[in-house]
T-cell receptor
């Protein structure tokens, strides 16, 4: 079965420290992987994606993520956290059952990131 | 930057009432989606729409739900007779036509509260 796991409900990091939000996936074939962020009372905002190519992808707001095929992981990282990074972060993978032209996403449960000053 | 807009931002309704949630996707996008997020739970796929018809729908999207693109700009989700368990945040998303357009752009969501 296809799935996305975010093993941590919450991650606490001090401002200025590096942060990692973990994501592992289970899907057959080549995964399309995404990170979205949700600020309070706001919609889901796209951060970055991995489709093919370089395993390290860079996205918005200084975030990056590394695709690791052997570990089936796509952890989100940032070298130096800001208080404004505090939000809910969702990892998602393309549903492999969907048509290539029109697919839908399978979502992780979300990780609440709290950056303390 | 182009946005997906959703109205209303919050709607409170009585059980059994009909609700219509509206979305204006990005103008040159061709693929449209509705997702929902029950409080404290995962985001769930409801339905995708392309070329004026439903492409895929989930088990959640039963006969109480319908979608429509009535005028070429709006994309609506109708819940015919709301139930308490329909209370959730409903997100509309759209995706562009090009082969590199793998990213869904989401609206800010419509919070539905069924009493």
């Amino acid at each position: 079965a296809q799935s996305v796991a975010q093993p941590e409900d919450q991650v606490n990091v001090a401002e200025g420290n590096p942060l990692t939000v973990k994501c592992t996936y289970s899907v057959s074939g080549n995964p399309y992987l995404f990170w979205y962020v949700q600020y309070p009372n706001r919609g889901l905002q796209f951060l970055l994606k991995y489709i093919t190519g370089d395993n390290l992808v860079k996205g918005s707001y200084g975030f990056e993520a590394e695709f690791n095929k052997s570990q089936t992981s796509f952890h989100l990282k940032k070298p130096s956290a800001l208080v404004s990074d505090s939000a809910l972060y969702f990892c998602a993978v393309r549903d492999i059952r969907s048509m290539d032209s029109n697919y839908q996403l399978i979502w992780g449960a979300g990780t609440k990131l709290i950056i303390k000053p | 930057e182009p946005e997906v807009t959703q109205t209303p931002s919050h709607q409170v309704t009585q059980m059994g009432q009909e609700v219509i949630l509206r979305c204006v996707p990005i103008s040159n996008h061709l693929y449209f989606y509705w997702y929902r997020q029950i409080l404290g739970q995962k985001v769930e796929f409801l339905v995708s729409f392309y070329n004026n018809e439903i492409s895929e729908k989930s088990e959640i999207f039963d006969d109480q739900f319908s979608v429509e693109r009535p005028d070429g700009s709006n994309f609506t989700l109708k819940i015919r007779s709301t139930k308490l368990e329909d209370s959730a945040m409903y997100f509309c998303a759209s995706r562009g036509p090009s082969s590199g357009a793998n990213v869904l752009t989401f609206g800010a969501g419509s919070r539905l509260t069924v009493l």
